[in-house]
């Protein structure tokens, strides 16, 4: 755990605790919940991580493509 760790968990923290003094009001519903930003973007960053790999496997070339 370096010091670069902390630092993001507490822009984290202050970004959800924000939310209380400056409440959104969500357009379905589950938006307006508390953190629901920090967390869809979190798991948004997840799927599309995961997505580029699955991807990756698929276009990836064998090793030797390019000898003659």
């Not at 902390?6 to 519903?29: D, E, I, M, N």
Request: charged fraction near 20%; charge should be positive; glycine fraction near 14%.
């Amino acid at each position: 755990r370096g010091l670069g760790d902390v630092y993001k968990r507490q822009v984290l923290a202050l970004t959800v605790l924000a939310q209380l003094a400056f409440p959104s009001k969500g357009y379905f519903g589950i938006d307006g919940m508390l953190g629901f930003g920090a967390t869809f973007g979190f798991f948004s960053c997840a799927l599309m991580v995961l997505a580029a790999k699955g991807l990756g496997s698929l276009l990836k070339r064998p090793e030797d493509y390019y000898d003659d």
